[in-house]
């Protein structure tokens, strides 16, 4: 997996576990500490996270940092 396939992966996965809880980026990015405009970049694989944002990102939606990391299925 190339970077920018493992950056899109990423965004697609926070993306589809935010709405899944339907919350809004604004309420994901309050409860993981994140500015919204940052994690709008992440959802567009824009944005190359930190280990520490995957971290926050992964508490804030209830699941394990690797989740975030696997291609959907």
């Known amino acids: 997996m ?8 990423i965004g ?3 993306r589809t ?12 990015a309050d409860h993981s500490g994140l500015f919204r405009t940052y994690l709008s970049r992440i959802e ?3 944005a190359n996270p ?3 944002a ?3 990102l992964a508490d804030a ?3 394990d ?3 975030l990391l696997r291609k959907p299925e």
């Open 44 to 46: 567009g694989g824009l």
């Open 17 to 28: 576990h935010r709405k899944a809880l339907k919350l809004s980026q604004e309420k994901l």
């Open 65 to 67: 940092i690797a989740v």
């Open 61 to 63: 939606l209830g699941v």
């Open 2 to 9: 190339d970077n920018s396939s493992l950056l899109v992966t």
């Open 12 to 14: 697609t996965q926070v």
């Open 50 to 52: 930190t280990v520490l």
């Open 54 to 56: 995957l971290a926050s």
